[in-house]
């Protein structure tokens, strides 16, 4: 069974499942440039951030660098040029690159998932419950989110009145 988890690898996977979560709502979302795609594409940045940085400080059994560590740097290039490139209105590389970082992200988490011996497919066989609530509250912070992201566009929007 794979090492018991630590601080920084919990960190590393909680804002791995939002980034993953938060990602495919944006990229899925319809209404690009608007205030909730760029709320959710900072929460989204900001979770890729720290998938990144975190990573560096997560080694291999035998304690050095792997494949998932040069995906890290170049997501750290990627995601950099994509903001930059949004900062600048340059918006078809925003989007390349952003599409890029994400479709990154979804590969190193089928490389990991793919690892029998990593923590999460040993979550799988040995410990379904703490598994399922781990997504469980994923999915659910996720999910209230953007449930608020939504009210708070609906309530900033002409016509709109609140109730008292």
């Given at each position: 069974?794979?090492s018991?988890?630590t601080?920084?690898?919990?960190?590393?996977?909680?804002?791995?499942?939002?980034?993953?979560?938060?990602?495919a709502?944006?990229?899925?979302?319809?209404?690009?440039g608007t205030p909730a795609h760029?709320?959710?594409?900072?929460i989204?940045?900001?979770?890729m951030?720290?998938?990144?940085?975190s990573?560096?400080?997560?080694?291999?059994?035998?304690?050095?660098?792997?494949?998932?560590h040069?995906?890290?740097?170049?997501?750290?290039?990627?995601?950099?040029?994509?903001?930059?490139?949004?900062r600048?209105?340059?918006?078809?590389s925003?989007?390349?690159?952003m599409t890029?970082?994400?479709f990154?992200?979804?590969?190193?988490?089928?490389?990991?998932?793919?690892?029998?011996?990593?923590?999460?497919?040993?979550m799988?066989?040995?410990?379904?419950?703490g598994?399922a609530?781990?997504?469980?509250?994923?999915?659910l912070?996720?999910?209230?989110?953007?449930?608020?992201?939504a009210?708070l566009?609906?309530?900033t929007?002409?016509?709109?009145?609140r109730?008292?």
């Open positions: 069974m794979a018991p988890w601080f920084l690898i919990a960190l590393h996977a909680i804002a791995a499942g939002y980034a993953l979560i938060f990602g709502v944006n990229l899925l979302r319809r209404n690009k760029k709320t959710l594409g900072r989204w940045a900001v979770s951030y720290i998938v990144v940085l990573s560096f400080g997560i080694r291999t059994i035998d304690g050095g660098f792997n494949w998932l040069a995906l890290s740097a170049l997501t750290f290039c990627t995601l950099t040029l994509g903001l930059w490139a949004v600048k209105g340059n918006i078809p925003h989007q390349r690159f890029g970082s994400y990154g992200l979804v590969g190193a988490f089928i490389g990991v998932v793919a690892v029998p011996e990593r923590r999460l497919p040993q799988a066989v040995h410990d379904i419950v598994l609530l781990w997504v469980s509250a994923l999915a912070t996720a999910g209230l989110t953007v449930a608020g992201l009210q566009r609906g309530s929007q002409p016509g709109c009145h109730r008292v």
